[in-house]
């Protein structure tokens, strides 16, 4: 079993920043595919970007490519969102989910969900 909190998420103006962080409970969190998705209003789960175990890849939406940067810390148990200039589009509640065994990291079909955080970009 895998908990996860997101934290990190405000309100930003347009072409601000933010960074957002998910802490995982757990002791193998390293074994552990992560993604970042988000879900605006009156629209499906997507996904924002996501990152193999050992950090020695990353994955990204097109829209958030160039902007957006996922790392992750294994002795903190810990993956991270670096959001930058940010649009009003990003608006979003954003998860972040883990999952062992996931064969596409685009998939919305990891194992474990946090609870998500608000990000709120003002024009």
């Known amino acids: 079993q895998v908990q996860l909190v997101e934290s990190g998420g405000g309100l930003v103006q347009a072409g601000g920043s933010l960074r957002l962080s998910c802490e995982a409970s757990?002791?193998?969190?390293?074994?552990?595919?992560m993604g970042w998705f988000r879900q605006a209003p009156g629209k499906e789960r997507e996904f924002v970007a996501g990152?193999?175990?050992?950090?020695?890849?990353?994955y990204y939406a097109d829209s958030v490519k160039g902007r957006f940067i996922i790392s992750r810390d294994n002795a903190k148990d810990t993956v991270y969102l670096q959001m930058n200039s940010l649009k009003p589009e990003d608006t979003a509640v954003y998860y972040c989910?883990?999952?062992?065994?996931?064969?596409?990291?685009?998939?919305?079909?990891?194992?474990?969900w946090g609870q998500g955080t608000q990000v709120t970009v003002s024009s």
């Open positions: 989910a883990a999952d062992p065994n996931i064969d596409v990291v685009t998939t919305l079909k990891y194992e474990y």
């Open positions: 990152i193999l175990g050992s950090g020695a890849a990353t």
């Open positions: 757990g002791r193998t969190f390293r074994r552990y595919t």
